[in-house]
């Protein structure tokens, strides 16, 4: 007897192929040497996206540069871990789809909040939270894939919009030189690298077409930096200290700590990734032409939420699907998922050589504030593009958008609104991705959804919410 097929696709596959001995494109497998280049390829296209949340972070906690480029190593790491999950998978965890997974954007805020000159402890208790945040949402994961509807672009949207949002003003920090306290800061120097690192950015995107112009953003750094070498504002010492190759010590800043405001900040932060992760795997599942059911979705999130559990032990942050390279197998027509695990172990090797890892940490602050904006605002942009397809002239949507950004915005605007409030809430309250996002969330299901029956523009499906969720590059 046949044994039962696993996921209902895989199921839709064999019928797609019966009497033929071809597998579907997402399960080939390639010729070693295009495995490697298309593998790369995805790591281009993400490698910036994954470095920039710990070299925020690290900064932010009180780390040094050595140990900020520790940390970017071992996010390198952890994201080939998750990456290798999503592709290749084992029981029932896994999407076996061309999934790239990575450090999530939607945390870097409420990370600084709870670790903010604090060292070492901030980031044990940054870790802690982020092993619980993870562990409930794998145990939510069969049950969250079927509450898809009660997340519609005027949520999503406005998340990723105040994600975006969020991060600017560090660009904004990075381009005056990164340290207020610095003679420099500020100066006509920092701000000219950081215009002119910019002004690369975007040319290059211009003028580049293909794989180039999917990494005019680690081309715009590389050109950026070395403008600024006889500006005099390169420093080459993280490569000096960094070691050749070395392996992510299990929690080498301490063992996790466990804070209760802490946790629930991460834990909004995980509902964000799994609604984000949720809408990528439905616009993947159609650009590779195998559906994602339920049980995908499901196998999907357990990968998510397991990978970012595990990340943690080796001192990276939570772990969500990389939207850009959807795009990028959506441009290229390269289907295969093992091409995508391959790009997981090139993560993994790169973990384990902190002397390359280092190499983005000579970046001069400037020169990142610069890619940074382009980097950033994207993000508010593709949230900018989900909420365009949120139907804001129906009902009371236009209201729940208004609320949730006008209150995610008060701690950019006004950092010291809350500032007579206790010290526990400020880790959520100082957030304005998770103050936002619950606002969005509660709102919506106020306007949309007690008392009346939602309509078609007021309560999308789950497949309207992956079309217009699809463009969106948090990480």
Same mark, same amino acid.
């Given at each position: 007897?046949?044994?039962?097929?696993?996921?209902? =696709?895989?199921?839709?596959?064999?019928?797609?192929?019966?009497?033929?001995?071809?597998?579907?494109?997402?399960?080939?497998?390639?010729?070693?040497?295009?495995?490697?280049?298309?593998?790369?390829?995805?790591?281009?296209?993400?490698?910036?996206?994954?470095?920039?949340?710990?070299?925020?972070?690290?900064?932010?906690?009180?780390?040094?540069?050595?140990?900020?480029?520790?940390?970017?190593?071992?996010?390198?790491?952890?994201?080939?871990?998750?990456?290798?999950?999503?592709?290749?998978?084992? &029981?029932?965890?896994?999407?076996?789809?061309?999934?790239?997974?990575?450090?999530?954007?939607?945390?870097?805020?409420?990370?600084?909040?709870?670790?903010?000159?604090?060292?070492?402890?901030?980031?044990?208790?940054?870790?802690?939270?982020?092993?619980?945040?993870?562990?409930?949402?794998?145990?939510?994961?069969?049950?969250?894939?079927?509450?898809?509807?009660?997340?519609?672009?005027?949520?999503?949207?406005?998340?990723?919009?105040?994600?975006?949002?969020?991060?600017?003003?560090?660009?904004?920090? &990075?381009?005056?030189?990164? =340290?207020?306290?610095?003679?420099?800061?500020?100066?006509?120097?920092?701000?000219?690298?950081?215009?002119?690192?910019?002004?690369?950015?975007?040319?290059?995107?211009?003028?580049?077409?293909?794989?180039?112009?999917?990494?005019?953003?680690?081309?715009?750094?590389?050109?950026?930096?070395?403008?600024?070498?006889?500006?005099?504002?390169?420093?080459?010492?993280?490569?000096?200290?960094?070691?050749?190759?070395?392996?992510?010590?299990?929690?080498?800043?301490?063992?996790?700590?466990?804070?209760?405001?802490?946790?629930?900040?991460?834990?909004?932060?995980?509902?964000?990734?799994?609604?984000?992760?949720?809408?990528?795997?439905?616009?993947?599942?159609?650009?590779?032409?195998?559906?994602?059911?339920?049980?995908?979705?499901?196998?999907?999130?357990?990968?998510?939420?397991?990978?970012?559990?595990?990340?943690?032990?080796?001192?990276?942050?939570?772990?969500?699907?990389?939207?850009?390279?959807?795009?990028?197998?959506?441009?290229?027509?390269?289907?295969?998922?093992?091409?995508?695990?391959?790009?997981?172990?090139?993560?993994?090797?790169?973990?384990?050589?902190?002397?390359?890892?280092?190499?983005?940490?000579?970046?001069?602050?400037?020169?990142?504030?610069?890619?940074?904006?382009?980097?950033?605002?994207?993000?508010?942009?593709?949230?900018?593009?989900?909420?365009?397809?949120?139907?804001?002239?129906?009902?009371?949507?236009?209201?729940?958008?208004?609320?949730?950004?006008?209150?995610?915005?008060?701690?950019?605007?006004?950092?010291?609104?809350?500032?007579?409030?206790?010290?526990?809430?400020?880790?959520?309250?100082?957030?304005?991705?998770?103050?936002?996002?619950?606002?969005?969330?509660?709102?919506?299901?106020?306007?949309?959804?007690?008392?009346?029956?939602?309509?078609?523009?007021?309560?999308?499906?789950?497949?309207?919410?992956?079309?217009?969720?699809?463009?969106?590059?948090?990480?």
């Amino acid at each position: 007897m046949a044994a039962k097929p696993r996921f209902r =696709n895989e199921a839709h596959d064999a019928v797609a192929v019966a009497g033929t001995d071809r597998k579907h494109p997402v399960d080939e497998t390639l010729p070693p040497l295009k495995m490697f280049t298309s593998g790369l390829q995805h790591v281009a296209a993400m490698y910036a996206g994954v470095v920039a949340p710990p070299m925020i972070v690290g900064p932010a906690v009180g780390l040094t540069a050595k140990e900020t480029a520790f940390l970017m190593g071992a996010s390198l790491f952890t994201a080939g871990i998750a990456t290798l999950l999503q592709t290749l998978g084992f &029981w029932r965890i896994g999407a076996r789809l061309p999934f790239v997974n990575g450090v999530s954007f939607a945390g870097v805020t409420p990370m600084v909040a709870i670790g903010k000159d604090r060292g070492h402890e901030g980031i044990a208790v940054i870790f802690g939270a982020i092993i619980v945040a993870s562990l409930l949402g794998f145990v939510l994961a069969p049950y969250f894939c079927k509450l898809v509807r009660f997340f519609p672009p005027v949520v999503t949207g406005t998340v990723i919009t105040l994600i975006g949002v969020s991060l600017l003003p560090v660009a904004f920090n &990075w381009s005056q030189g990164g =340290n207020s306290t610095a003679d420099d800061y500020g100066s006509m120097t920092n701000i000219t690298m950081a215009a002119v690192t910019l002004a690369i950015v975007l040319a290059l995107r211009k003028l580049l077409r293909g794989f180039l112009q999917q990494i005019a953003i680690l081309l715009g750094l590389v050109i950026g930096t070395v403008i600024a070498i006889p500006v005099g504002i390169t420093d080459f010492s993280p490569i000096k200290d960094a070691d050749v190759v070395g392996f992510p010590t299990p929690f080498h800043f301490g063992a996790p700590q466990f804070e209760i405001a802490a946790i629930i900040s991460m834990c909004i932060v995980m509902l964000v990734c799994m609604t984000e992760s949720t809408a990528d795997m439905l616009a993947l599942g159609r650009i590779v032409d195998r559906p994602a059911d339920e049980r995908t979705i499901e196998g999907g999130l357990r990968a998510d939420t397991l990978g970012s559990a595990v990340s943690p032990l080796f001192n990276g942050f939570m772990c969500s699907a990389f939207a850009q390279n959807i795009g990028l197998v959506a441009m290229t027509k390269v289907r295969s998922r093992f091409v995508v695990a391959a790009g997981g172990g090139i993560l993994i090797v790169l973990g384990l050589v902190p002397v390359a890892a280092s190499v983005i940490a000579i970046v001069p602050l400037p020169v990142l504030g610069g890619a940074g904006i382009v980097l950033f605002g994207s993000v508010a942009a593709s949230g900018i593009q989900t909420l365009a397809t949120a139907a804001l002239e129906k009902g009371e949507n236009a209201l729940i958008v208004a609320a949730a950004v006008g209150i995610g915005l008060i701690p950019i605007a006004a950092p010291e609104f809350y500032h007579a409030f206790p010290e526990g809430l400020l880790v959520v309250l100082d957030s304005g991705i998770s103050t936002g996002c619950v606002v969005a969330i509660v709102l919506n299901l106020a306007f949309n959804h007690l008392g009346r029956k939602p309509d078609s523009d007021q309560d999308p499906a789950p497949e309207q919410v992956s079309e217009s969720a699809a463009p969106v590059a948090v990480h």
